[in-house]
């Protein structure tokens, strides 16, 4: 079975400010991970997804995350947030052989962007 | 761009009624999905579809059932409403070409 750990459930930054938004993930088998945002009153949206190649992956917004495989980590990260960032983050799992398409979520990391 | 709808953005209910939660996608995507949302919990999946007519439980199904009798629908129905079931509930589709879920906008729902 996969398991998917959020490690902060709140994290209040200062505009302009970095931020990272920690994951980590069990699983026997090989994984796909996945970030989604959430923003008020919305439903998710794809951030960055990593199914191979380099480690570093690029998503929207200014988004980064880097698949760490002997840490088991997908930590992502911006190196200056706005004010719009305001959202709710989810790290995601899936088999590689699973062709459902069926995620594991974690339980999701509220960032508050302060002015 | 894919779209998933959701019927209802906000349901007020009442605790034995009948729900309906009705979700729809235009991509001609074969699987689909129902989560519901609870704060600290993240999303849980209640039941999943991966073609017409076909179902599968997810993690947290007591209390839920599904009907899926055309690929673009996707209904999720509280048989007998309870208080414990008031939540969001968000619907997804699943694109074997974009390896990634789509999901609609939620509705919340409140039984009282």
């Known amino acids: 079975a996969q398991s998917v750990t959020q490690l902060d459930s709140q994290v209040p930054v200062f505009e302009e400010a970095p931020v990272e938004l920690r994951c980590n993930y069990s699983?026997?088998?090989?994984?796909?991970l996945f970030w989604y945002v959430q923003y008020p009153n919305q439903g998710l949206q794809l951030l960055l997804k990593?199914?191979?190649?380099?480690?570093l992956v690029k998503g929207i917004n200014g988004f980064e995350a880097e698949f760490n495989k002997s840490q088991t980590s997908f930590h992502l990260r911006k190196p200056s947030v706005h004010i719009s960032d305001t959202a709710e983050y989810f790290c995601?799992?899936?088999?590689?052989?699973?062709?459902?398409?069926?995620?594991?979520f974690g339980q999701g990391t509220e960032l508050s962007v302060k002015p | 761009d894919v779209k998933v709808t959701q019927s209802s953005r906000y349901l007020v209910k009442r605790t034995g009624e009948k729900v309906f939660l009705e979700c729809v996608q235009d991509?001609?995507?074969?699987?689909m999905f129902w989560y519901r949302q609870d704060p600290g919990l993240g999303l849980r999946l209640i039941y999943f579809?991966?073609?017409?007519?076909?179902?599968e439980k997810g993690d947290i199904p007591e209390g839920y059932s599904v009907s899926r009798e055309k690929k673009e629908r996707f209904s999720l129905i509280l048989e007998s409403a309870s208080t414990n079931q008031t939540s969001m509930y968000l619907c997804?589709?699943?694109?074997?070409?974009?390896?990634?879920?789509?999901f609609g906008p939620g509705t919340r729902l409140t039984v009282l």
């Open positions: 990593y199914l191979s190649g380099s480690t």
């Open positions: 699983s026997s088998v090989s994984v796909y």
């Open positions: 995601a799992v899936r088999k590689i052989y699973n062709q459902g398409g069926k995620l594991i």
């Open positions: 997804a589709s699943f694109s074997r070409t974009n390896n990634e879920q789509f």
């Open positions: 579809s991966y073609d017409v007519k076909m179902k």
């Open positions: 991509m001609d995507h074969e699987n």
